[in-house]
């Protein structure tokens, strides 16, 4: 059971006038640049959900307990987040206005920023896969939005809420394709798939009538579905997502059919902040703000609508 219920609202116009702060730091050396500070209206705006933000949950005082990791981003006035700058519809950083990164990982991040701090202030450390146990570890991140898959290996070393987000194996057709709406629809098609890919095998599990035809690289897979070589395109969800934000000829349809759990990487055996993040978690999953973020990002190139959240510490390891 939800352990704090009573919730605040941020005012509106205190929320489009608040700042987003977004460094960037090196993972390499450790160092950091300053990307500036845009007014948070620009970089709502430039998501389609000003509104969602302007109303989102913030967490009362008595929920920021002392001396406690919350208590801590609250003083410091920002949310140091371990995310991309470079993944489309995820954490994708805008070329023409390198201060503005919008995605379903890194509004999330804005959300849980509101839920803290009453604004969404967020500074941005780009982690390589390798490196992020080690940032959340050392401190340099409070939280890792990074697409990533919860294990009980990790979870040795980190600790995980949710998870977040279920990924794994999709469905993708062109974008005119109305017969096909997931992995139930492909008996007897010709069923495209990338060498040395899990769909190679999980296809044929699912449907064992399907004709596969793999192709060396994603590139050349999509192609082959625009072109018609195939009915479909068996993927990780994520990657037909990217695939699909910049190729308006293929869309993706049903939710995924393998499971990929993701979660939000935390510093390890840190139980409070752990319990409130799985709090805010509940809270934008029960009163909408998380379809809404879907949306607005990953859900602009599926055929489906907001798929229901997986539930919190369903998974080993979360």
């Not at 640049?33 to 389609?48: C, F, K, Q």
């Not at 890194?106 to 959300?111: G, M, N, R, S, W």
């Not at 840190?270 to 809404?292: M, P, R, S």
Request: with cysteine.
């Amino acid at each position: 059971m939800r352990s704090m219920l009573t919730r605040r609202r941020t005012p509106v116009l205190a929320a489009l006038l608040t700042a987003v702060a977004l460094t960037t730091a090196a993972c390499s050396d450790g160092g950091s640049s300053d990307t500036g500070v845009p007014p948070a209206d620009d970089t709502a705006a430039a998501s389609g959900l000003e509104a969602v933000f302007a109303d989102a949950p913030v967490a009362d005082e008595a929920d920021i307990l002392p001396d406690s990791t919350m208590a801590a981003i609250k003083e410091r006035g920002v949310l140091r987040v371990g995310a991309a700058l470079d993944a489309p519809l995820l954490s994708q950083q805008d070329p023409s206005n390198p201060d503005e990164v919008s995605g379903f990982d890194i509004d999330l991040a804005k959300l849980l920023a509101i839920y803290i701090l009453g604004e969404p202030s967020i500074e941005i450390v780009p982690p390589a896969s390798e490196t992020r146990e080690a940032l959340l570890a050392n401190g340099t991140v409070d939280v890792v939005f990074n697409t990533y898959t919860i294990t009980e290996e990790r979870a040795e070393q980190i600790s995980f809420a949710g998870p977040y987000f279920t990924s794994g194996l999709a469905v993708a057709v062109t974008a005119d394709n109305d017969d096909i709406s997931g992995i139930e629809d492909l008996g007897g098609k010709n069923v495209i798939v990338g060498a040395n890919t899990p769909a190679v095998t999980a296809v044929p599990e699912e449907q064992p009538t399907a004709e596969v035809t793999s192709f060396a690289t994603d590139p050349q897979a999509v192609q082959a579905l625009v072109q018609g070589r195939g009915d479909a395109y068996v993927q990780d969800y994520i990657l037909l997502a990217t695939n699909a934000a910049s190729n308006p000829d293929i869309k993706i349809v049903g939710d995924p059919f393998t499971a990929e759990p993701y979660g939000i990487g935390l510093k390890h055996d840190d139980a409070d902040f752990k319990q409130f993040v799985n709090t805010w978690l509940e809270t934008i999953q029960d009163e909408g703000q998380w379809a809404a973020v879907w949306e607005e990002t990953l859900g602009t190139v599926s055929d489906s609508g907001a798929p229901t959240p997986p539930e919190i510490g369903s998974v080993p390891g979360s």
